[in-house]
């Protein structure tokens, strides 16, 4: 058994890191998250000790090393996007391993400084990067794997995931901290292109507003048209009807790839995969952070060239 300590306990996505955590039958030591509404931490570790003050949180980590003999495997980081570089570096330092979630870091130069971190203190910093894991995806890469070489597929990547006013007011409206909206909630799907269809060729902005992103990406193997949006505007008739608020759609050569469902424990699958020492490291993030790191920092050209069709 594993003893994890977790930052940002009150986020979105912390539940499916204790879930992980305990579906591997692991132990979460303590959490931290200066926001207190964590009772979700009741479901899966009820004796964890929580903090919403940093200082105390690294004073308990060091009086159970101490005091206790009792060391930190791993530290699970959820934190805002602009914090991960701290946390992963306060997690090297306590002896722990790291695994943070996506973006792992917002510009490509502080993964370079975080493998000076991983060598001084001989611990290792894995990303989670889930859609490496799903089944319709790895399907996916072994058929781009198998096409022939020079071979280019036609792709349309369509995101919207709807938010209310609550998110520009939030740390997630701010570039400064989540990177845009494109970093926020693009970089995943960023990460599986460029890991499906290799190196990037071309990197065009179209729109890059506080509610929408497009663009254009050439890889090796695809070219590929994609739109983000967190507008509830841009959702399709159908699903509006349904009552739903997220619609991911992927085509492929003009066919539909079927990724809706296998979402749920993709984290424990990647939790599993570290645990046997075969999680993805600082330079598996690499290509997606310098996609979204160009991104922001382009110049969007409008609806010229090709375009996804949602841009007009």
Known sequence: MKNFALIGAAGYIAPRHMKAIKDTNNNLLAAYDKGDSVGVIDSHFPKADFFVEFERFDR????????????????????????????????????????????????????????????KTGKKIYNILQLRVHPSIIELREKVKKAKKDRKFEVDLTYLTSRGNWYQTSWKGDVSKSGGIATNIGVHFYDMLSWIFGDVQENIVHVHDKDRAAGFL??????????????????????????????????????????????????????NDILEGKGYGLE??????EIVHSIRNSDPIGAKGEYHRLVK
Request: charged share 30%.
């Open 60 to 119: 308990h980590i060091e009086k159970l090393k101490y005091e206790k003999d009792t060391f930190l495997d791993f530290v699970s980081i959820c934190s805002p996007n602009y914090l991960h570089d701290a946390h992963i570096r306060f997690a090297l330092r306590s002896g722990a391993d790291a695994i943070c979630e996506k973006p792992l870091v917002l510009n490509p130069w502080n993964i370079d400084k975080l493998k000076h971190v991983e060598e």
């Open 218 to 271: 050439e890889f090796e193997n695809a070219r590929v048209r994609w739109f983000l949006s967190i507008n509830s505007e841009y959702l399709p008739a159908d699903i509006k009807e349904k009552g739903q608020t997220t619609y991911r759609s992927i085509t492929i050569d003009g066919e539909e790839l079927e990724f809706s469902g296998g979402f749920t424990d993709l984290h424990t699958m990647v939790y």
């Open 284 to 289: 598996a993030a690499r290509t997606a952070i």
